[in-house]
């Protein structure tokens, strides 16, 4: 059975924990995502690729935080999660 | 520790007890792609750790893949020629592993002037390459390998040679061979270097291509510049477009210079003025020009008051970022623009109370000599250390570091430390309202770089690559509002930032930001054109994500459309 949002958002909470404790406590947008390389993609650059495409979610935590000279700087870890709640990357900026 | 030599190709199968490792090592020749496939006992963690020429160790490495799993796979491309030591770790867990590794034939991409070094170990082997052509264009192709051997030279149109089909072919009894063809047809052509008898290591060249002409397309709005500067300061303008056009002729560049919105710069085309506020009219002009003109290069001129981006939708949704400026799709001849095909830059005016430096960058543009030393300064937030010194690897010459803010603020930087250095890389964070850089260590953000750093900073002709998020955002900037103007306005040769949020990893292995700037260090150091190597640069990143993961996910997107490039595209870099 697919893990619900509720259920998602607990299990990666410890990872945000452990290496984005800043953004840990924000509420995540929870978004589905699929991978479908388009046409051109795999012609340009002479490529052959699976016809199916992958679906996973995305947690995407963010925040604003104050820099020392009082500017506000975007803060955004992005989590992505197969369908059994395995991450499969995370990326920030 | 015994690192064992493996074949390509070859699948051992070991064991490891909890917490050893064992090493191995592959040779590999340049520019090839290396799979490296570990495949360890159910429910364990095994991990496995790369590096190039040197032992690898959990502490020294160039790759590494440390998921949960005792399964890990690593893909390197293209890979340096030499010694490539694998160690695998058994984290957690023990048990049987196989590792095998895996170099599939594929054709390497030769560009003009390249030579590229190729190994053939055994009589009756085949190494293939393709370049890339266009209609009339002469082409030499170079082979030189052993004295003892006899390689020959085959090549194709469209399709990869054999010993019996084939459109040239050169075979002596020697290993030196050559062969012209003197109007080659646009596409393809395919190469292969074939072992008749012997073995051992050669180069194949593809010398200058003598082409009809070298063309470079300007195109800008000429009623967007007399309204934003004034009848007589578009005149100081267009003296200066002249001198930039002079100065290509006399390197052999013909320079073409069209307005989007004059009839009389389009007529000779059969083409019309276009909305000069449409990017999609400006994109279909740019298609048109290219069917007539067949330009190598194109230079946009002007920030986006004059010549628009485009606003893309932005992949990564749910960021804060609702669109993307981008010049993508310019630089695509299709509706796929995720992938470059053009060789394109712009250089971008600011404020139009800063008509001076708009004209000082056309000046430096018309002196063609981007001559610096090839020293470099580089500075990381502290958070990202690690994944920093991986992007810096190509341009970091003995003993050059990486600052790191914290602890180091702007005002630790004397300008001793930036003058004369030709290479400057910033992994830092920005804003979209703040001209200034920032560290990370924990929850501060200290101010890292400025454009007061660089104010008595002698940065003539330094290439500037910065991963901060809206590093190259100019839209309603003054010089001194946007980091990537002020470094123009230095003289600096070449800008290559994001216009919105950028993302990129911890650590190694490079991802997204870190990826494609690594990946474009890496071709301006092979000597091309900023153009070229911009293009190129997303070319191989696009591959490199595809080969790891069979996808570009939605940030992988991001970051090929929201990275430009403020240079003129047909200049270069050269180290003094």
């Known amino acids: 059975m697919a893990l619900t949002d509720k259920e998602l958002k607990k299990m990666i909470k410890g990872y945000m924990e452990e290496n984005s404790p800043e953004l840990a406590d924000e509420e995540p947008v929870i978004s589905v995502e699929s991978y479908e390389i388009p046409e051109g993609v795999a012609r340009k650059l002479g490529v052959s690729l699976p016809k199916s495409a992958k679906t996973v979610k995305v947690l995407t935590y963010k925040k604003m935080v104050t820099a020392e000279d009082g500017a506000k700087l975007p803060i955004v870890t992005r989590v992505t999660v197969d369908e059994d709640g395995n991450i499969i990357k995370t990326t920030g900026n | ?50 590096k190039h020429n040197e032992e690898a160790s959990t502490l020294k490495w160039d790759y590494k893949r440390v998921t949960t799993k005792a399964d ?23 048990g049987q592993f196989s590792l095998s590794t895996e170099v599939p034939l594929q054709d390497v991409e030769i560009v003009p002037s390249q030579q590229i070094k190729g190994t053939l ?26 004295l003892n051997a006899d390689f020959d030279l085959y090549v194709r149109y469209g399709e990869r040679p054999t010993n019996i089909n084939y459109d040239f072919k050169s075979y002596s009894g020697s290993s ?17 270097v074939y072992s008749y008898r012997g073995s051992g290591e050669f180069t194949l060249s593809a010398l200058p291509l003598e082409e009809a002409e070298t063309v470079e397309l300007i195109i800008t709005s000429k009623e967007k510049l007399r309204t934003k500067y004034g009848q007589a300061e578009l005149g100081q303008i267009e003296a200066k477009i002249a001198d930039y056009i002079n100065a290509l002729g006399t390197a052999g560049i013909i320079a073409k210079l069209a307005y989007v919105d004059d009839a009389a710069s389009l007529s000779p085309y059969g083409l019309s003025p276009v909305d000069s506020d449409s990017p ?10 290219e069917e007539k003109l067949n330009p190598r290069h194109i230079l946009i001129l002007g920030g986006p008051s004059i010549m628009p981006f485009f606003s893309l939708t932005n992949p990564a949704g749910f960021d804060g970022d609702r669109i993307v400026h981008s010049d993508s799709p310019y630089a695509s001849r299709d509706s796929d623009y995720l992938i470059p095909e053009r060789s394109l830059g712009r250089l971008p005016d600011a404020k139009e109370s800063e008509l001076p430096f708009f004209l000082t960058l056309l000046s430096a543009a018309a002196s063609r000599v981007r001559r ?18 991986a992007v810096y690897v190509p341009i970091k010459n003995a003993g050059e570091i990486l600052e790191l803010s914290p602890p180091v603020r702007h005002g630790d930087l004397p300008v001793a430390r930036l003058n004369r250095k030709g290479y400057f890389y910033f992994n830092l964070h920005g804003g979209e309202d703040t001209a200034n850089w920032y560290g990370q260590e924990g929850s501060s953000y200290p101010v890292a770089f400025t454009p007061d750093n660089i104010q008595d900073a002698e940065v003539r002709n330094a290439v500037v690559c910065c991963e901060a998020c809206y590093g190259a955002n100019i839209v309603d900037k003054g010089v001194d509002e946007a980091l990537s103007l002020k470094f123009l306005a230095k003289d600096a040769a070449c800008f290559v930032g994001s216009t919105k949020i950028a993302y990129g990893p911890i650590e190694p292995p490079s991802t997204e930001a870190d990826l494609l700037v690594l990946k474009f260090f890496e071709r301006i150091k092979e000597g091309l054109t900023f153009g070229d190597a911009f293009m190129k640069a997303k070319q191989d990143f696009a591959r490199e994500c ?11 997107k991001k970051t090929l459309i929201e990275f430009v490039l403020f240079a003129d595209p047909s200049s270069k870099m050269e180290e003094a």
Not at chain 2, 73 to 91: F, K, M, N, Q
Not at chain 2, 123 to 140: C, D, F, N, V
Not at chain 2, 176 to 192: C, H, P, Q, T, V
Not at chain 2, 280 to 289: H, Q, S, V, W, Y
């Open chain 2, 372 to 389: 610096a030393d090839k020293v470099s300064f580089g500075m990381t937030a502290n958070v990202w250390t690690d994944a920093s010194q």
């Open chain 2, 72 to 94: 890990e796979i690593i893909t390197i491309e293209p890979t340096s020629a030499g010694s490539y030591y694998i160690l695998v770790y058994a984290y957690r867990g023990s």
């Open chain 2, 280 to 289: 999609e009219k400006i994109k279909e002009l740019i298609d048109g020009l």
């Open chain 2, 121 to 146: 170990t055994a009589s009756k082997e085949a190494l293939y390459y393709l370049i890339k052509t266009k209609e009339g264009q002469k082409i030499t192709l170079d082979l030189n390998g052993p």
């Open chain 2, 546 to 556: 595809l080969a790891a993961r069979s996808r570009l996910d939605m940030t992988e």
């Open chain 2, 1 to 50: 520790m015994n690192f064992r030599e493996i074949s390509i190709g070859e699948k051992i199968t070991d064991s490891l007890s909890k917490r050893e490792s064992k090493g191995y090592l592959v040779r590999v020749d340049a520019n090839r792609k290396l799979t490296i496939d570990l495949r360890g006992p159910a429910g364990q963690d095994f991990d496995l750790y790369i």
């Open chain 2, 176 to 192: 030196k061979e050559k062969i012209i063809i003197d109007k080659a047809k646009r596409g393809s052509y395919f190469i292969m």
